[in-house]
C-alpha cells in the first residue's frame, strides 16, 4: 500500500523557517509528480509547490522566492524548505504523489498531514 508520511511541522514565528519532509516507498510507488499543499479549515486545499520527475519545479505566486521544493531519490523524500514565514502560511501541510498504476491510469496519493502554525 502506498504510503507518504510528512513530518517537520511545527510553531515558528513570523520570518522564521520550517523544513517539511514526505517519505515514501519508491519500490511500490515510483511518483512522476510530488507535490505539496496546503488547507485551512473551511477552505478548499491549494497548491503550494510541485516538483517532477525529470526535475521542472512550480510554485504558487504566494510562496515565490520564500519556498524551495526539493527532492532526494536517494532517500525516496520529498521536502519544502520555507523561509520567511508569514501568519497566513498558518495551514496543514499536504504531500501529495502521482503516478501511473499497473492499469495504467493516473493514480494520486495522498500524505496525513502536517501542522504549520505561525505567529508570536
Known amino acids: 500500500q502506498v504510503q507518504l508520511m510528512e513530518s517537520g511541522g511545527g510553531k515558528v514565528q513570523p520570518g522564521g523557517s520550517l523544513s517539511l519532509s514526505c517519505v515514501y516507498d519508491e519500490t511500490i510507488f515510483t511518483p512522476y509528480r510530488l507535490a505539496w499543499y496546503r488547507q485551512t479549515p473551511g477552505n478548499q486545499r491549494e497548491f503550494v509547490a510541485d516538483?517532477?520527475?525529470?526535475?521542472?519545479?512550480n510554485y504558487a505566486n504566494f510562496v515565490k522566492g520564500r519556498f524551495t521544493v526539493s527532492r532526494d531519490r536517494a532517500k525516496s523524500t520529498l521536502y519544502l524548505q520555507m523561509n520567511g514565514l508569514k501568519p497566513e502560511d498558518t495551514a496543514t501541510y499536504y504531500c501529495?504523489?502521482?503516478?501511473?498504476?499497473?492499469?495504467?491510469?493516473?493514480?494520486?496519493?495522498w500524505g496525513q498531514g502536517t501542522q504549520v502554525t505561525v505567529s508570536y
Open positions: 516538483i517532477m520527475s525529470d526535475g521542472p519545479r
Open positions: 501529495n504523489g502521482v503516478c501511473v498504476d499497473a492499469q495504467g491510469k493516473r493514480a494520486t496519493y
